[in-house]
């Protein structure tokens, strides 16, 4: 959410970001919120006219009783009930219009960096740099849905019974590996000097709405049913809550966390072959990195964050690249956003494994997230970044390291997660 005295005195910096995000249905709430801002503030100054008036009149009422001049005085007092029925609708109407103005102050997009290429969806996000070789063996990569049953790890029709469409069960070694990934992903950031944590799965409405935007909490959140709870799309919602209503002396900024948790998503996704795989599914687990420094560091650590996802896979042996998304790509709240992608030798072709973004002030505007300085309290910067998400992760290992043999071979990196094993043979 953008700052209301930042709109008003840029609108056509506004307007051209809405524009550039090709969000232009959205143009007309850049003249809106600037009308509604300068009839709260006219309300301001009428409310507080009127409460020095009554301030002084009743200066004047207590001195005329001290003059035994009653009938002045209870005059006086009657003026003194109207102003306060003026205050009172004042107030309601301030109120019911600062209410709408951040309704519609958190639809307006926040401002993208300048170095964000402007394309209107994902197709046109940028190619930053490769990092490993894209290899493609001269022996057939099998879907990895058919790796995994082939190497006893798993069933999907259980899941389907229990669960339905989009849930999984992984069983023996494959579940063993996914969770080695995790549990590595956790101790490389613990080295990295973040501090880990495993936060709440479920979080309140205030805390969603402070985190994401509408349009992706309708998409994505699962509601728990007759409460204010929803289950968490990632870790990053409940971490960055942790600190809403909060003043942080800059002393102790910043911040880096690393936090693991189960994540849920409603959307399902892709259709076809990919349907019956583990590409989208409405559960999986994620070990995320969530950081809040001040501002103007926001961009050395949204840096040092994606490259410490690079070093992760790579310290696997598995092939990435990062891809710049483009303006039409970015969520509404954020500022600049990166995605890690793994090489598919099965697809030959890329497919996100991760996503960086810096976000500004706007979760903590939206949650009240401050910091104490000598020049008074300032809002922060957030920032979050996938360390690993898997299942997605588990297919990149699975086509990258799967041997003619059908076996496939266990990174070094993780193998002390595995008691030592080298690799997972068929069944």
Known sequence: MLDIKFVRENPEKVKENIKKKFQDEKLPLVEEVIEMDRKIRELKLKGDSLRQERNSTSDEIGALFREKKVDEANAKKQKVVEINEQLVEIEKEENELSEQ????????????DDSVPVGKDDSENVEIEKFGD????DYEIPYHADIIESLGGLDKDSAGRTSGNGFYYLIGDIARLHEATIAYARDFMISKGFTYAIPPFMIRSDVVTG???FAEMDAM???????????IGTS???MIGKFKGQLIDEKELPIAMT????CFRKEVGAHGLEERGLY???QFEKQEMVVLCKPEDAMEWYNKMW????????????AVRTLECCSGDLADLKVKSCDVEAWSPRQQKYFEVGSCSTLGDAQARRLGIRMKTENGNQYLATLNNTVIASPRSLIAILEQCYQSDGSVKIPKALQPYMGGKTKIEVK
Not at 309 to 318: C, N
């Open 101 to 112: 103005l951040k309704s519609k102050m958190m639809v307006i997009p926040n401002i993208i």
């Open 236 to 238: 990053e919602h409940s």
């Open 280 to 282: 989208r599914v409405h």
């Open 221 to 231: 959140m699962y509601k728990i049913e007759g409460e204010d709870l929803y289950l």
């Open 211 to 213: 985190v994401m935007s």
């Open 134 to 137: 894209p290899i493609v063996p």
């Open 259 to 262: 936090s693991y948790s189960p």
């Open 307 to 318: 490259n410490y996802t690079v070093e992760f896979f790579r310290s696997m042996g598995i």
